[in-house]
Every structure is written in structure tokens, then in C-alpha cells.
């Protein structure tokens, strides 16, 4: 791999995170019909702590070390929000919707980094935000479509993940990446567990492998667009995250019979768009702050 150019490697990296998250999708699909939610996120959690103990008595404790407590619970809370909706949308909505509407946090993280972070409103931002609501309204379609309770319960998902990359963005700088993941699935365990405890019963191994599958391709998603982002710009990055919606409208139609709904594509392509034109901005921006 290292023979080939960074662009080609990055493809390479992206190809992994697209598979990584269509395959988290089909597994939480797929758990769905036997356990909650709640049971989903709790077991998850578990397997995430056991992989991640094992990678942290190798690499060293001295790496979980943080001055920032708080805000790892706020971002945790916010973050265990944002997959309960990606989570229970996966139960009763196509696949391909709930990646559409998973595809609007880039709008209310630029709108929360104004807010609480005190970054201006640029142009490209703007265009980003009202693009990213012009394909939200396609794909929910109100007044002519029925909304389903789940669509809410994924948006509000969608909102809840932007809180928590803001609340990310103020870790990264002290905090070590395996720290994050660490206290993600330590402070979101009991969050799974506590709703539960009146029921709690052990996943069959079926159910286990499938929560495995789960909880290492959450991992490998993340690491691989992390390599990825170390290789290439953003500007390229996302144009081929924006792969998934297209490809887990395939996985749904193929596996699920799902009908491939012309309005979810035209939405998604549209937030595609909006956040295409910010990120070049963005680029652009940055070029002109260089010396020479």
C-alpha cells in the first residue's frame, strides 16, 4: 500500500469506512427484530470495552489520563442520543433514509459551532445550512408524505451527533483518541444498562456476534475516515462518504426489498451539494491565509 499515491491509499481507506458502516447497519437491522435499543447500545458497549482494554494494556494506561471529565460526559450523553436514533430508525425505516437523514449533521454542527464555539457564519456555511434543510424537507416530505416517528427519532439522532463532534472538538487537543473511545464506552454503558435492568436477559451467540459485528465496525468506521482525512483534504473525503447513501439504498433493496425512493437520493444529493460548496469555501479560505 505504501507503493501506491496518498489519493488511491485514501480510496482505499474509504472503501473501509463504507463497509464498515453498511455493515453496521445490516447487523443493528438485523439485531432489531430480537432486542431494544437499549439492548443494542448496552452490549455494544461491552464488546467496545473489552476491544478497547485490550488495545489500551498494550499501548499503556497512561493514555486514558483526562482533565476534562465533564465534557466527555456531556459528549457522551449527547453522542449515546445520537446513536439511540440511528439505532431504532434502523428498526423501522429503509436503511437508505435513515443515512439521508443522518447526513444533516453537518448543518446543525456548523449552526452549533456559531453558537457555542463562537465561529463566524460564512457564506459557504450558510449555503451548507440551507441546502442541508432543502434536502431535509425533500426527504420527509411534509404535508405529502406521512412522517414517520422515527424520522423525528433519527433527526433528533442527527442533532445529538453534532453536539457531540462540538463537544469532540475540544477534547482532541489534550485527549488521546483511544481516551475518547475509552470513556465513550465507559459513561454510555450504564446509559444502556439502567433502561434494561427489569428485563435483562443474555443474547443468544448469534445475537453476540452480530452485536460484535456492531461494535468493531463503529471502530473501524471512524479509523478508516481518520486515515483517510490524513492522506487527502476533507473536500475529498466526504464527496465519497456521501457513497453510503447510494450503496445502503442498494443493501436495502437487494437484502430488505426496500424501494429505491427517488426523493431520499435527490435529498441526499442536494445536502451533498451544499456541503461540497462549504468545504471548497473553507479550502479556499485557508489558501489565501498562506504566506506567499
Excluded at 70 to 75: A, E, G, N
Excluded at 202 to 231: K, N
Excluded at 249 to 262: H, K, Q
Aim: proline share 4%.
Amino acid at each position: 500500500m505504501n507503493r501506491l499515491n496518498p489519493a488511491t491509499v485514501a480510496i482505499i481507506w474509504m472503501l473501509g469506512t463504507l463497509s464498515s458502516f453498511t455493515l453496521m447497519a445490516i447487523a443493528g437491522r438485523e439485531l432489531s427484530y430480537t432486542l431494544s435499543t437499549f439492548e443494542i447500545l448496552f452490549f455494544r458497549s461491552i464488546v467496545g470495552l473489552l476491544v478497547l482494554s485490550v488495545l489500551i494494556n498494550y499501548k499503556g494506561w497512561v493514555l486514558i489520563r483526562t482533565h476534562k471529565l465533564s465534557t466527555h460526559v456531556v459528549r457522551n450523553v449527547a453522542h449515546f442520543g445520537g446513536q439511540f436514533g440511528w439505532f431504532l430508525g434502523l428498526a423501522y425505516l429503509p436503511l437508505s433514509d435513515v443515512f439521508a437523514i443522518e447526513f444533516t449533521v453537518p448543518i446543525w454542527t456548523a449552526m452549533f459551532a456559531v453558537i457555542m464555539l463562537g465561529e463566524r457564519m460564512t457564506k459557504g456555511r450558510s449555503i451548507a445550512i440551507l441546502m442541508g434543510f432543502t434536502g431535509m424537507l425533500v426527504i420527509l416530505r411534509p404535508g405529502i408524505a406521512s412522517i414517520q416517528p422515527a424520522s423525528y427519532a433519527v433527526l433528533l439522532g442527527a442533532i445529538c451527533y453534532s453536539l457531540a463532534y462540538i463537544k469532540t472538538k475540544s477534547l482532541v487537543g489534550t485527549d488521546s483518541p483511544l481516551s475518547i473511545l475509552f470513556y465513550m464506552t465507559i459513561i454510555q454503558l450504564p446509559l444502556g444498562l439502567l433502561p434494561i435492568l427489569h428485563e435483562f436477559s443474555m443474547p443468544s451467540l448469534g445475537e453476540w456476534l452480530l452485536i460484535t459485528v456492531v461494535a468493531i465496525s463503529a471502530l473501524t468506521a471512524h479509523y478508516c475516515i481518520a486515515r483517510a482525512m490524513q492522506l487527502v483534504d476533507a473536500s475529498v473525503v466526504v464527496p465519497m462518504d456521501f457513497m453510503r447513501l447510494p450503496l445502503i439504498a442498494l443493501v436495502g433493496f437487494l437484502l430488505y426489498s426496500e424501494p429505491l425512493d427517488w426523493a431520499v437520493l435527490v435529498g441526499g444529493c442536494i445536502m451533498f451539494l451544499g456541503n461540497y460548496i462549504n468545504l471548497q469555501s473553507e479550502k479556499r479560505k485557508l489558501s489565501n491565509r498562506m504566506p506567499g
